[in-house]
């Protein structure tokens, strides 16, 4: 059973995937009015297909990696000239190459464009049906064994760190895509921190950072400290009838101090109330930039045969439709710069390239998230929707990018490159590409060794 979660999972994640990039290539070329010969999901042998009234082969494919649109081009006319029997006279006037350039840039750049819009969709979806978590990285133990210890005498326990170089640390993930954007580097980081409520400006000489894929898994550890994520101290959903509800507290509320005891973050809260079942409160608030005093009576619940206090809220912070969009458009701007950056870090040295994963360390992330629930599988979709788009927009030919890149010099040129130079790029594209599926998979069997 667990072996057919992972099948479907990995059939229903590449195959949204692939589709998504395909349809972003037909719809474009359909816009444009350029005969789509074939639509195919999968390679190879075609065992299910079916035509629409424009005479569009829509197929699956025995090889279930990738897809392909196939439009009809000069070229192929040429080179299967019964192929022209089947055409009508308008579609032999729109082949693909009888288009002006910038259309046929914009159909190759809509393959990736799609999958960045999916991304953004994925998102957007996510953020506003989960609560802004609100977390913070806190500096959680500084490594007092001088063999651990690199930078870490910059820093002390409670820092909270806000920002490094100046891009705002937003969620649990930010730290190490962060740091690790600055593998192989040599220079001044510079860290925002507020020390016991301070703000504070930390800045560190770093020489040829994170230099080992080992380093590179942990970047805080290299550092000489360990971090925790911990929630802001923010209302989120309140349950109706619980304790929070009665007593008037709300949504976005921030919970400053509860009796005598200032409070930091959200674990405080729980601590707290789950130490004082049926008591009296008085929460210290702030709210639309006022402070409120508001006694609340904590109700009890009975865990492990102990009464423990119940507030009866999540924290975090809800999310308005603008802001969940406004958020997956950054997160897939983000990510997709990274994403690039990361891709350059393999090509210097400056980044182990282990974690490349093909289709077998797909599969297997597949199957994980799906039985972990939809909002990691959607989740990881979007990220592997990202990647397929930032690949396809390498200048390397038989990807979308490696055809832009032809499309430009071809602009400049003021004419296509010579039949033979064009064959020799595709051939040379299509070996990197082939070489580099072999080491991914190579890579995801020596995972299992």
């Known amino acids: 059973m667990t072996f057919l979660i992972y099948i479907l999972a990995f059939a229903v994640l590449l195959g949204v995937l692939v589709t998504i990039h395909e349809f972003g290539h037909f719809i474009f070329a359909r816009m444009f009015k350029v005969h789509v010969q074939r639509f195919s999901i999968g390679m190879g042998p075609v065992f299910y297909k079916k035509y629409d009234k424009h005479g569009t082969e829509f197929a699956l494919s025995a090889i279930p990696l990738g897809g392909y649109v196939s439009m009809i081009t000069n070229k192929l006319i040429e080179l299967e000239p019964e192929i022209s029997q089947q055409l009508t006279e308008e579609q032999m006037k729109n082949t693909f190459d009888s288009k002006p350039k910038w259309q046929r840039a914009l159909i190759m750049f809509a393959g990736p464009l799609a999958n960045f819009l999916l991304s953004i969709f994925i998102f957007t979806s996510i953020f506003i049906s989960t609560i802004d978590p609100q977390t913070v990285p806190v500096v959680e133990k500084v490594y007092e064994d001088s063999n651990k210890v690199y930078y870490a005498s910059s820093f002390e326990e409670g820092d909270k760190i806000n920002a490094i170089n100046g891009v705002t640390i937003k969620d649990a993930k930010d730290f ?231 499309l430009g010099i071809e602009a400049v040129r003021g004419k296509p490159l010579p039949e033979k130079a064009e064959n020799m790029i595709y051939t040379g594209g299509t070996v990197l590409v082939v070489m580099l599926m072999i080491f991914a998979i190579f890579n995801d069997i020596s995972r299992f060794l």
Not at 237 to 253: E, T, Y
């Open 176 to 406: 190490n895509l962060e740091l690790l954007s600055y593998a192989g580097f040599t220079g001044e980081l510079n860290f925002e921190v507020n020390r016991d409520e301070i703000p504070l400006s930390v800045n560190i000489e770093v020489l040829d950072f994170l230099p080992t894929s080992e380093s590179q898994s942990n970047p805080a550890a290299y550092m000489g400290f360990e971090i925790a994520y911990k929630m802001q101290p923010i209302i989120g959903r309140i349950v109706s009838g619980g304790s929070a509800d009665n007593a008037g507290l709300k949504s976005n509320d921030l919970v400053l101090e509860i009796g005598n005891e200032k409070v930091n973050y959200a674990e405080d809260i729980q601590n707290i109330v789950s130490n004082n079942p049926d008591t009296t409160l008085d929460f210290k608030i702030s709210r639309d930039d006022n402070i409120f005093y508001i006694p609340v009576d904590i109700s009890s619940r009975v865990v492990s045969d102990e009464a423990r206090g119940f507030l009866g809220v999540q924290f975090g912070t809800s999310r308005s439709f603008w802001q969940a969009f406004t958020k997956g458009v950054y997160e897939t701007y983000n990510l997709s710069a990274k994403t690039l950056q990361f891709i350059g870090k393999m090509v210097t040295g400056n980044m182990g390239t282990e974690n490349l994963s093909g289709p077998i360390g797909i599969a297997q992330m597949a199957g994980d998230t799906a039985q972990a629930g939809l909002l990691p599988f959607m989740y990881l979709m979007a990220l592997l929707s990202i990647s397929l788009a930032v690949i396809n927009l390498l200048p390397i030919p038989v990807l979308d990018g490696g055809q832009l890149t032809l």
